[in-house]
T-cell receptor, first 111, second 113 residues
Framework: AQRVTQPEKLLSVFKGAPVELKCNYS??????LFWYVQYSRQRLQLLLRHISRESIKGFTADLNKGETSFHLKKPFAQEEDSAMYYCALRNYGGATNKLIFGTGTLLAVQP | ETGVTQTPRHLVMGMTNKKSLKCEQHLGHNAMYWYKQSAKKPLELMFVYSLEERVENNSVPSRFSPECPNSSHLFLHLHTLQPEDSALYLC????????????FGPGTRLLVL
């Protein structure tokens, strides 16, 4: 079954420290993976998708098919990065753009 | 207002009430979605509509009834809900049902007493 696992409910780091938010997935086909972010009092929004291979707000994520992981990384955390981060997998099964979400990780960046 | 809007933002209802959640998207998208977000659980997809036609019903109880009168509007009609249905209900849209990023609304926080 398709599944997304985010093992950490909370990740607390100090400003300037490196950040890695973990995401593992299980999927039988060729996955498409996303990171969505929800800042305080704002709506859920796309941060990045693996097919774009881009860096957004200093964040990058590399798809590792061998480890079935799509960890989100940033070398130097900023206070404004504090938010809820969701990893998501797009399911090509059926004819729908169906996203399967993880439970999310709350990133708290301390000053 | 641009993007995806949802009304009401908060709703309290009794188990015998009937209410409706409304979602509107101003992005010209063809696909719309309802998600349920409960505490300590992942976002759960409930329904998907593509060009006003329901293409996915994710084993949702019949006390939730969606309606998509046109590609810009999506409703979720609620009746005889249970307290465990209390959650944040999110609407999203995407350009097409088979590709592209999903854009989310702010959600409706529902409390069933």
């Amino acid at each position: 079954a398709q599944r997304v696992t985010q093992p950490e409910k909370l990740l607390s780091v100090f400003k300037g420290a490196p950040v890695e938010l973990k995401c593992n997935y299980s999927y039988s086909g060729s996955p498409e993976l996303f990171w969505y972010v929800q800042y305080s009092r704002q709506r859920l929004q796309l941060l990045l998708r693996h097919i774009s291979r881009e860096s957004i707000k200093g964040f990058t994520a590399d798809l590792n098919k061998g480890e079935t992981s799509f960890h989100l990384k940033k070398p130097f955390a900023q206070e404004e990065d504090s938010a809820m981060y969701y990893c998501a997998l797009r399911n090509y099964g059926g004819a729908t753009n169906k996203l399967i979400f993880g439970t999310g990780t709350l990133l708290a960046v301390q000053p | 207002e641009t993007g995806v809007t949802q009304t009401p933002r908060h709703l309290v209802m009794g188990m015998t009430n009937k209410k409706s959640l409304k979602c509107e998207q101003h992005l010209g998208h063809n696909a719309m979605y309802w998600y349920k977000q409960s505490a300590k659980k992942p976002l759960e997809l409930m329904f998907v509509y593509s060009l006003e036609e329901r293409v996915e019903n994710n084993s949702v109880p019949s006390r939730f009834s969606p309606e998509c009168p046109n590609s810009s509007h999506l409703f979720l009609h609620l009746h005889t809900l249970q307290p465990e249905d209390s959650a944040l209900y999110l609407c999203a849209s995407s350009q097409d049902w088979d590709g592209g990023t999903q854009y989310f609304g702010p959600g409706t926080r529902l409390l069933v007493l």
